[in-house]
Nanobody
């Protein structure tokens, strides 16, 4: 069974940093799309950052460019999200999603293409 498990969330003050992890299990493919989404209070779910595993491809939402960095440990099927210069508007539940069928490409932020999701990890940024 394919599963994703996020960790690393917490509460920080504005300007602080957090590193999220998403550990995948139950699959052996080394070419897929792993993505971080977030959903804040009263907001729609939005794509934050994406990585086509096994390649150099990454994608970012405009709101996090220059502050967040997505990376992977392909040997461990683990995706990371380094979040720096955090802002109160980054407060959200962060989810990891996986598309085993293809790389990310230009549609990576379309949540409907992902059928494997983690349970989420909460990030709270106070001003």
């Amino acid at each position: 069974q394919v599963q994703l498990a996020e960790s690393g969330g917490g509460s920080v003050q504005a300007g602080g940093s957090l590193r999220l992890s998403c550990a995948g299990s139950g699959y052996s493919s080394r070419f897929n799309c792993m993505v971080w989404f977030r959903q804040g209070p009263g907001k729609e779910r939005e794509g934050v950052a994406a990585k086509t595993t096994g390649t150099s491809y990454t994608g970012y939402a405009d709101s996090v460019k220059g502050r967040f960095t997505v990376s992977q440990d392909n040997n461990k099927n683990t995706l990371y999200l380094q979040m720096n210069s955090l802002k109160p508007e980054d407060t959200a539940m962060y989810y990891c999603a996986l598309d085993l069928a293809r790389g990310c490409g230009s549609t990576w932020s379309d949540s409907s293409r992902y059928n494997v999701w983690g349970q989420g990890t909460q990030v709270t940024v106070s001003s």
